[in-house]
């Protein structure tokens, strides 16, 4: 079992900018993928971004060039640096940890959400 707890979301004005934290119980270098997703509401849940062990990352289309996703494995802990905040960015932030065996998906993690507000 792996617990996950973001931090850092808040309320800011459009055209700023917010550090989420997720901070994990279990070695994250012994997840194959960790990363943040985001919920509106009357929306579906959606992948904002994503780094594998190896460090790999990718980020969805609407958050390419402003979002950068991080990690530090010594802390055990994932960031999502989020600039340039749109009022559209406004949602439930979710960090998430998956763990693959014999290539099938084995573990699905979540943590407890973290509100993002951007103001207009």
Do not use: F, H
Not at 55 to 69: L, P
């Amino acid at each position: 079992q792996v617990q996950l707890v973001e931090s850092g979301g808040g309320l800011v004005q459009a055209g700023g900018s917010l550090r989420l934290s997720c901070a994990a119980s279990k070695k994250i270098n012994s997840i194959n993928v960790m990363g943040w997703y985001r919920q509106a509401p009357g929306n579906k849940r959606e992948l904002v971004a994503t780094i594998t062990s190896g460090g790999s990352t990718n980020y969805a289309d609407s958050v390419k060039g402003r979002y950068t996703i991080s990690k530090d494995n010594a802390k055990n802990t994932v960031y999502l640096q989020m600039n340039s905040l749109k009022p559209e960015d406004t949602a439930v932030y979710y960090c998430n940890g998956r763990i693959m065996v014999v290539g099938t998906l084995k573990y699905d993690y979540w943590g407890q959400g973290t509100q993002v507000t951007v103001s207009s």
